[in-house]
């Protein structure tokens, strides 16, 4: 429903071609995707499984989810990004303004990706074996402490826990000086026995510990819990086009192995696309796409590594794992224990499908009708077994979750493309209907008898079991009409309007209106415009409006809930009382959520297209947002759903491509893009102070005419040093603690003492690709993407991170009196009055993101062996980055905001067509 020819676009619209990128192996969309759009910031997932989450034009909403709406072939899909495969994908389209997306309605406030699978192509059939294999590993490593260096960092641990120790008290007794003996040593604590013992013992050391530090015993658990992860992807694919058929066929296979040990995924993935001219009015046509995944992996607890001591041991005598390998239970677990006791099967089964008919009709008119049905099954059993040391006690557990959803919709389109001499129109008419619904059934059970030996399969032989079901259901419609029109392919415009309607909406409210319009002027086909170094130039000014409704289905409504409780009859009896209750205050008023937006761009070529680009400016403004508020408890209820407020979003887009160099043995073209996006707070609640100014949200951080990730909290302003020992003390701190800043000096810490630090999402973002062809043969492709202007919380700086006494560490500086820093705390620093105060640092960061070479076997050789085209490639993905502020794991963190370890990628395979 969007036009295809660029020059007819009136809004702002970009295009990826997947071809350019097939040397770079995408194991997922958000691969093609990352990088390569302007506006659509791509998130980062470490895990084996990959993706990441979607964003266009910045953060619109407070409460409802921001992912954009993701079309199929022509319909709306519901479904996860990981069962499209990539290998199968010949085009994606990005609708990132309000007049491009509008023709969506529902959803489209967060932007449409359009994603468009390969068809066959004119000629024989063609048949295409795409196949690689990689490994994977942890891309940049931060070192836990080693034996030597837990020793010494230890016992300064200890020096700050116990303020009045005494000289080398937690010295190695082999070193003290000459003014201190042995004897006057031991007598500290009025310890006897073997020096060395003593030592280790005031260390906090367990036994096991101690005995391993006298044999030389020490355990690296940073490489248990790493890995080097083996990767492997594989399609076949079928295709072609004969008289009144056109097909593709694909079956695909993904293996992966995760950086983290016990992190898997894999997957089977098949597609049909199918098209038959039955008649010469009518075709017909099914595109049907089919996953089954597979997530039973258990992987390992990473930060162990960090926990866990490297002199406790790894094995029990009998060469099994050791449930606590220093025998202290805040000492940490064997990261390999637990998960010798866990049985897992977690899969997920999906159909996709649409099935359409076409119907060609006189004097430019069509109908298009498709019905889109699809179908998951989702599957997950667990079973902890009893033989694990601490669920014995329960007799193991185990549970069996089975869910089925069925989504089907109904698109009816009726179209009209006419030419009238230089006027060209194209009218859209849709009528849409969805309904989804889902089937959720867990059953729970433990203390298995006589044995949990059956596990989930024997799940009815427990004593406590516990039967649960929720289902779900909703219904949703549209009605959309768009005219677009053009004269001489010179002046455009386009109308829409859509009304879209939803039951998870408020009784008064189910149904929305949302309207948009385009125009776009080809400047350089004006007479008047001579240019000799501008060859096209196109402006376009949209605007529009789209609805959000990505809550929960049922937040506008009232449910009951059910529960029991001990009753006290009169004599004292108690016993056991059913109740049933409302737990959710219904808003028969709740509405659509909606953004109106403005759009300014320029599409241009220069110098007959050796440069050619797009720049973009908009303003975006989304009111009615939906909101949890609060309410007071005196009405019975804590929250309730509602629309508050005001986002306002505005940025700046650049695209550029040029051709530096274009010979018949060498090209050389770069593709740069730039974004950057800036939003606030409008308007909150409507509550107003005594001075008719409206009230900030203090306890949720939200703050009218600041943005939605500004950090607002505590300023660090240092660290104490020893000569500021008294003024510390006033704050209930001592030096080495981190110095805070008291903005109105009262000698204490308040709301009043929070300051604006900064922003957590980057202030702008750009790309910058390099693609080289030599010989005809070879293909060269460099990409690069930076992050900037942005910074998170590094609270490891304080150096306070769990039970320091019991545990080891990540190798970080902290402040002594010998060793004094103005940055990094004191081990086992104190907070004083400013608890849960941020520590932030700058997390800019430029990251060499893609290496890849692909070799074509020159064809007079391949075809010999009745070969079309053989091609060799090689990616390196996440190959390194320069921050220079940031240094903890990577600088780009998970879609949690997480400090994560991420993979470096090496991939090699070929790329065979018959």
């Known amino acids: 429903m969007v036009p295809r020819k660029k020059r007819d676009l009136t809004g702002a619209v970009s295009q990826i071609n997947t071809t350019k990128l097939e040397n770079e192996n995408p194991n997922s969309v958000q691969d093609i995707l990352r990088g390569n759009v302007a506006g659509l910031n791509v998130g980062m997932s470490p895990s084996a499984k990959g993706g990441g989450s979607l964003l266009v034009r910045g953060r619109n909403s407070i409460n409802a989810a921001t992912s954009p709406l993701i079309v199929l072939d022509g319909a709306i899909y519901y479904g996860e990004l990981s069962d499209v ?13 309000a007049s491009s997306a509008a023709v969506f309605g529902s959803k489209a406030a967060s932007g449409v990706i359009l994603i468009t699978t390969k068809k066959g192509k004119e000629g024989k059939t063609i048949i295409n074996i795409n196949s690689n294999a990689g490994i994977g590993n942890v891309s940049k490593n931060q070192p836990v402490l080693g034996p030597d260096e837990f020793i010494t960092w230890r016992g300064d641990v200890m020096k700050n826990i116990n303020s009045t120790f005494k000289p080398h008290q937690f010295d190695n007794p082999a070193n003290l000086p000459t003014d201190i003996s042995l004897q006057q040593w031991l007598a500290y604590d009025g310890s006897s026995g073997d020096p060395t013992t003593v030592w280790l013992q005031r260390l906090g050391m367990q036994p096991v510990e101690i005995e391993n530090y006298k044999a030389g015993r020490s355990v690296d658990w940073y490489k248990k819990v790493f890995q080097t992860g083996v990767r492997q992807d594989h399609t076949v694919s079928l295709s072609g086009k004969k008289d009144a058929v056109n ?59 960090r926990i866990l001591s490297p002199w406790g041991s790894e094995f029990n005598e009998d060469g099994t794992y050791k449930w606590r390998p220093n025998n ?92 009238f001499g230089a006027h060209n129109f194209d009218v859209t008419l849709l009528a849409n209907a969805e309904k989804y619904q889902r089937w959720d059934n867990t059953m729970n059970n433990k203390g298995f008898l006589p044995t949990d030996a059956l596990g989930y399969h024997g799940i009815s032989t427990g004593i406590n079991p516990t039967v649960s079901s929720y289902d779900e259901y909703s219904t949703g419609d549209a009605l959309m009409a768009r005219v677009f029109y053009s004269w001489k392919d010179r002046y455009m415009v386009t109308l829409s309007t859509r009304r879209d309607g939803y039951s998870a909406f408020g009784q008064s409210n189910p149904r929305a209106t949302f309207a948009s319009a385009a125009l776009g002027w080809v400047f350089t086909d004006e007479k008047f415009w001579e240019s000799s170094w501008m060859n096209y130039g196109k402006l376009r000014l949209t605007w529009g409006s789209n609805g959000n ?25 108690v016993y056991l009382a ?104 409008a308007r909150l609640y409507g509550d107003l102070d ?48 981190f110095k805070i800043k008291d903005v109105d000096g009262d000698g204490k810490y308040t709301n009043a003492d929070k300051e604006f630090q900064g922003y957590t999402n980057p202030r702008f973002r750009w790309t910058l690709r ?86 074509s076997i020159p064809k007079k050789l391949v075809q010999k062996i009745n070969v079309q085209n053989l091609k060799f ?42």
């Open 770 to 855: 390099n693609d080289f062809k030599l010989f005809k043969t070879l293909d060269v492709g460099i990409a690069i993407y930076s992050y900037w202007g942005h910074k998170s919380g590094f609270n490891q700086m304080k150096n306070r991170d769990g039970f320091l006494d019991r545990t080891s560490s990540y190798r970080f500086p902290y402040w002594t009196e010998e060793n004094r820093s103005n940055e990094w705390a004191r081990l086992y620093s104190s907070e004083g009055g400013a608890t849960g105060f941020g520590v932030y640092r700058d997390r800019s960061f430029i990251r060499l993101d893609n290496i890849s070479l692909g070799y």
């Open 873 to 914: 490639f090689f990616s390196a993905k996440n190959l390194g980055y320069y921050a220079p502020n940031w240094d903890y794991w990577d600088a780009e963190p998970d879609d949690e905001g997480n400090n994560v370890p991420t993979p470096r990628i090496l991939t090699l395979g070929v790329d065979i067509t018959l």
């Open 247 to 305: 097909y593709f066929m694909s079956l695909g296979y993904l293996n992966n192995n995760g950086i983290i040990y016990g992190d898997k995924f894999s997957t089977v993935r098949g597609r049909v696309n199918l098209e038959g001219k039955v008649s010469k009015f009518l075709s017909v046509g099914i595109n049907t796409q089919f996953a089954d995944k597979d997530e039973s992996q258990v992987p390992v607890d990473y930060g162990l590594a």
């Open 85 to 97: 495969n990539p290998n199968d994908i010949e085009t994606i389209d990005v609708l990132k303004d």
């Open 578 to 681: 059913n109740q049933l209750y409302v737990n959710r205050m219904q808003n028969a008023n709740l509405k659509w959520e909606r953004t109106a937006s403005f759009n300014i761009g320029l599409d241009f070529g220069l110098f007959n297209n050796v440069l050619d680009g797009s720049i973009e400016v908009y303003r975006s403004s989304t009111t009615d947002l939906l909101v949890q508020r609060a309410l007071p408890d005196i009405l019975g209820f804590s929250s309730v759903w509602d629309n508050l407020g005001e986002v306002q979003n505005r940025g700046v887009e650049f695209s550029l491509n040029s051709v530096n160099i274009n010979h018949e043995n060498f090209s050389w073209r770069t593709t740069a893009n730039f974004q950057l996006n800036r939003n606030k707070i």
């Open 549 to 573: 409704r990505d809550i929960g289905l049922y937040n506008a409504i009232s449910d009951l809930s059910t529960g029991k409780y001990l009753h006290v009859k009169p004599d004292g009896t």
């Open 328 to 419: 202290e239970a805040s000492g940490g677990n064997h990261p390999y224990y637990a998960r010798q006791f866990i049985d897992r099967k977690y899969k997920t089964t999906t159909l996709n499908t649409t099935l359409y008919g076409l119907v060609t009709l006189p004097f430019g008119f069509s109908y298009r009708v498709n019905y889109t049905p699809r179908y998951e099954y989702y599957d997950r059993y667990n079973h902890e077994s009893a033989a694990h040391a601490e669920w014995a006690a329960t007799g193991g557990s185990a549970s069996r979750q089975n869910r089925k959803t069925f989504h089907w919709q109904v698109d009816n389109i009726v179209k009209w493309n006419k030419t």
């Open 690 to 737: 005594e001075n008719g100014k409206e009230k900030d949200d203090v306890a949720n951080r939200r703050f009218i005419g600041h943005a939605l990730d500004e950090i607002w909290n505590f300023k660090v302003d240092g660290v104490w040093q020893v000569e500021e020992k008294d003024a510390a003390a006033k704050y209930g701190v001592k030096p080495g603690d």
